[in-house]
Each structure stands twice: as structure tokens, then as C-alpha cells.
């Protein structure tokens, strides 16, 4: 099978010329197939602040009323989205900007009411597989915002991390799939003030050790819970580190192991 790269950067990258700039130089050099998952959700936040709406989070997760998922389809599907794809398009990567809307890539259904109402957010439902071979295919590398539909005209705010995992889980039947996780820092670190403490390969009991004596917390979370959920349902490869790496043939960062 042929390879594909899926990488997820996230808004602090984004908002950072200088990592920005990095990210495009290294993601262009990736070799063969590749597709990138984007967030924004400072952006969205300081966005939001102008328009006078209200930010509202639920242990990290934004709660997304129909004024705010006005600003993160305006954020994410439009200012950010085409930003990434016109400097993708300056190193000679030719990118494409979509949401799940788009040639129905992403369907999702609105996340049900339990203990809290998110509002407009979707859970995935099903990735349209063959529309993405078709695009990979011609030589066209999906730049993919958080955003999904549900096919009955409604948008829903969708969290980039799960995006990433679900699509590397759905193309692996028809490629040999690397997920990255791009953020600002090398790996996934045993002292959160070392950079030089990477942990290089990281199992999943031995996550759940540092995860119960406090090591890895908050952000850091929701992108390995997705990471494991992706190499346990076919993913080749998962990997967390910082944007200079990306191009690189010699592995470096943390990679999940089962």
C-alpha cells in the first residue's frame, strides 16, 4: 500500500509566524501522500472577543452556541483554512482547503445532551473515504478545518484531535498511515519544564502510570487518548512533536506503542 501522512497542528503553531512559517517549509517536504487537520481555537477565541461573544469551556471542550459556531466556521473553514492552503501553495504543495462539508467528507451527528449541552458540536460518524483517495489521488493535499455536517443543512464545531484519529482510522484500510500530532514542543515530556525529557516510545500502561501521578495532563490528554484509539484500529504509525521534525527521514519525538 501506499503511504499517507495525516498531521494535526493545532492554533498555538498557527498563531506563531515563526513556527508557522516552520510548519509549511517542513509538512511541503513530507514525501507521498499527505492530508492536514487543522484547530484555531485561540484565534477563535480572540475573534469572538471582538464580536462580542461570549467563550464558554467545559474541561477544555468549547460549548458552541449558534453565535460561536458563526465565528469558528468564519475562523476555522475561512480565515485560517485558506491562510495554510495559500502558504502551502507558496512552497509549491498543492493544497486545497475543506471542511466536512465539502464533497461529504465528514458526516457527524450533534453530540446528545447528557450532563452538559454543547451545543453545535458533532461527533464523527462516518469519513468518505473514497472522495479523499480521489483527491490524494490527483496529487491534491486536503488542508481539512474542524468543522462537519450532518447532510440536513447544519454545521457543527468539531474537535481537530478526533478528526485526525478517525481519518488516519478510515484511510487505513487503503493506505499504510503515519499520524502526527504537531505541537509547539518535541514530544510528550516527563518534566513539563525539560524539553530535553522526551519520551521516545510510550506505552499505554505505561501512559496511564504517568497520566494517575500527574506527568501528562491537560492538553496533552485528548491527543494521546485519540493517538492510542488510532494505532489500536489501524494506523501504522502515531507520533507526537514539534514541526521540524515532519520532513525528517530519522524518527524523532514520542511514538505511541500498543
Known sequence: MEKLTIVKVGGGILEAPAQ???????????????????????V???TAKRLGVETQMVDGRRLTSTEML???????GGLINKKVVAKLQAKQCNAAGFTGADANIILAEKR??????YGWVGDVKEINAKVLKGLLS???VPVIAPLTHDRQGNLYNTNADTMASVLATALSSL???RLWYCFEKPGVLANAQDDNSVIEHLSMQLYQAYQQSGVITDGMLPKLDNGFAALRQGAQEVIIGTTTALGADAFTGTRLVL
Request: glycine content about 8%; charged content about 15%; hydrophobic content about 45%.
Open 20 to 42: 508557522f512559517d516552520a510548519l509549511v517549509h517542513h509538512f511541503a517536504q513530507i514525501n507521498g501522500h499527505k492530508i492536514l487537520v487543522h484547530g484555531g481555537g485561540k
Open 44 to 46: 477563535a477565541t480572540q
Open 70 to 76: 458563526e465565528v469558528v466556521v468564519m475562523v476555522y
Open 112 to 117: 446528545p445532551v447528557k450532563t452538559i449541552d
Open 138 to 140: 490527483q496529487d491534491i
Open 175 to 177: 493506505y499504510q498511515v
